[in-house]
């Protein structure tokens, strides 16, 4: 059960990652029309400059306005078994389908719903437009349900053998035929219940504002102590991409008043607090630099500069890109005591950081976030804030590293370099495997395409074959698999020898973690199978 909550999970992800860009062209866009930061003259109607920003601006809101669709459509590409391409064509017509039959009962029976389909968009109408559909506002949690709901049939019903004569209605048509009549009672049953859950949503908005300093520090533990479980997304997701806070979410709308706050005078603490549950980036920002820190001038002297090589990267992930699981996950299996400190001191900064008056759209790191979206357009009239912040931020870096550092020494906690053996220090870096592989390689020319197939052959390899495996999925780190026998898997080792971060295990499913580039080594690994199963396939047909 846990395993299939971790994939959904992960699979939510997928669409997440298009939000970093589209933050970023729309913040720059949003600058450039300020006139704090350019001249009049060039944001008049008729001017060059003004229009061909407001086209970057337009193509900029392209996510932002298309949240649910977007989900939709990206959630079966992690939750799909097979097929992926036509799972998510499959969905996107059946959520579409489920939007026609609400805006179809709601204006035939919407009296009866409590709903009024006459009135306009937003607001208290709870209604909203989506591919031009007028609809009731589920955000992304309709777009969730209704995804995994036609991905289950999409995974149950799309290699069934149909008769012949029934072969048009084969495949992706067979799923959509069948999703066609289950979207009939769930668009009664959503006209029905949601208004009475908009209500609870409109409350629960109220109580986590009035929750305060409270609601964040409870906010921010869960977000960081979960990431060992995959479930953190189930935590942030509804507070950055949903209405737990605010109508569309904080990204959404922290985006669209970007402007307005930044011309304010008033502290944006009074104009946005929900602004307090998206600062949960500062740990990755100041808190990343003090572990590092710690890890280095704790491991043995001779062992400094190969901790330095596995060190320094996974922190200017973390710091710059606000990917922080290079770095938690070198110190999570070693001593899991460390992780739960970390989410502690992460839950403390933001809630410090709140206090003293600093909200914003923080989840990210400094490239993909605070410089777009919050530091540049916010500095000519909220640097103060800004200035507090990375003083408060500075200052948690201090004690990160001598709260870890204390720990790690006090209690002997085997963090790298630490180890009796210098051996296993390797195995944290994927340039030792390619140079073992290049001195003992049988040619002298290996082809890039050998190259690029080398880790994912290893890691199919390792868990036992494409027969061994029951699923692939990956989040924004990790590959996500489950094995239909744990015993045919190799050791944690072995995968960090492979170039691995790590490894974590609950029965059959497990989690490797690879870094920013693990959607490619999935599809690599994913074509290797498909390979694989079609020699055997011929084999067999041969024998």
């Known amino acids: 059960m846990l395993s299939q909550i971790q994939r959904f999970g992960g699979a939510m992800f997928t669409p997440v990652l298009l939000f970093p860009f589209a933050g970023i062209v729309v913040g720059i866009a949003i600058l450039l029309q300020n006139p704090l930061f350019v001249s009049e003259d060039l944001l008049q109607p008729d001017s060059l400059f003004g229009q061909i920003v407001h086209i970057l601006e337009e193509g900029g809101w392209t996510v932002f306005r298309n949240m649910p669709l977007i989900f939709a459509v990206g959630l079966p590409i992690g939750l799909a078994k097979t097929a992926h391409s036509r799972a998510c064509l499959a969905v996107m017509v059946s959520f579409l389908t489920w939007n026609y039959?609400?805006?179809?009962?709601?204006?035939?029976?919407?009296?009866?719903?409590?709903?009024?389909?006459?009135?306009?968009?937003?607001?208290?109408s709870g209604l909203t437009m989506i591919a031009g559909i007028k609809t009731l506002d589920t955000s992304i949690i309709g777009a969730i349900i209704i995804a995994g709901i036609v991905t289950g049939i999409h995974n149950r019903y799309f290699d069934k053998q149909l008769p012949v004569f029934l072969g048009i209605f084969q495949g992706s048509?067979?799923?959509?035929?069948?999703?066609?009549?289950?979207?009939?009672?769930?668009?009664?049953?959503?006209?029905?219940?949601?208004?009475?859950?908009?209500i609870g949503i409109q409350s629960l908005q109220v109580f986590m504002v009035d929750s305060g300093s409270f609601g964040v520090w409870i906010y921010t533990f869960l977000e960081r102590i979960l990431i060992p479980t995959g479930l953190h997304h189930f935590i942030y997701g509804p507070f950055i991409f949903g209405p737990a806070v605010t109508e569309h979410g904080i990204q959404v709308d922290w985006v669209q008043n970007l402007q307005y706050f930044s011309q304010s005078t008033e502290p944006l603490k009074s104009l946005f607090p929900e602004g307090g549950f998206a600062l949960h980036g500062n740990s990755k920002v100041f808190g990343s630099i003090g572990i590092a820190l710690a890890l280095y001038y704790t491991a043995a002297p001779k062992n400094r500069v190969k901790i330095a090589g596995l060190l320094i990267p996974a922190a200017l992930t973390a710091v710059f890109v606000g990917i922080t699981e290079p770095l938690e996950f070198t110190f999570l299996f070693i001593s899991p005591l460390l992780f739960a400190v970390h989410a502690i001191l992460a839950a403390t900064l933001a809630t410090t950081l709140y206090y003293f008056g600093v909200v914003g759209n923080m989840g990210g790191g400094i490239i993909d976030n605070f410089l777009p979206m919050n530091w540049i357009p916010m500095f000519h009239n909220h640097y103060t804030m800004i200035i507090t912040q990375i003083v408060i931020g500075l200052i948690f870096t201090c004690i990160w590293f001598v709260v870890f550092r204390t720990l790690i020494i006090k209690l002997d906690l085997k963090t790298p370099g630490r180890e009796d053996s210098d051996d296993d220090i390797k195995l944290y870096s994927k340039q030792d495997y390619k140079n073992k592989k290049s001195q003992t390689s049988d040619t002298a020319?290996?082809?890039?395409?050998?190259?690029?197939?080398?880790?994912?052959?290893?890691?199919?390899?390792?868990?036992?074959?494409?027969?061994?495996?029951?699923?692939?999925?990956?989040?924004?780190?990790r590959l996500r698999i489950e094995v239909i026998d744990s015993e045919k898997v190799e050791t944690d080792s072995y995968f960090k020898s492979l170039g691995a971060h790590g490894v974590v295990r609950k029965g059959h499913a497990l989690q490797i973690i690879i870094g920013l580039h693990v959607s490619l080594v999935r599809d690599?690994?994913?074509?290797?199978?498909?390979?694989?199963?079609?020699n055997i396939t011929l084999s067999e047909a041969i024998e």
Do not use: H
């Open 445 to 477: 020319t290996v082809s890039k395409e050998d190259a690029k197939r080398a880790l994912p052959k290893g890691i199919l390899a390792g868990l036992g074959g494409c027969q061994n495996i029951k699923s692939l999925n990956n989040c924004a780190t």
């Open 173 to 198: 048509s067979y799923v959509v035929l069948i999703s066609f009549f289950v979207m009939l009672p769930l668009a009664w049953i959503t006209l029905f219940f949601w208004p009475k859950v908009q």
């Open 524 to 534: 690599k690994i994913e074509q290797l199978m498909k390979e694989d199963t079609q």
């Open 101 to 124: 039959f609400i805006n179809a009962m709601g204006v035939i029976w919407g009296s009866y719903f409590g709903v009024d389909f006459s009135s306009e968009v937003g607001g208290e």
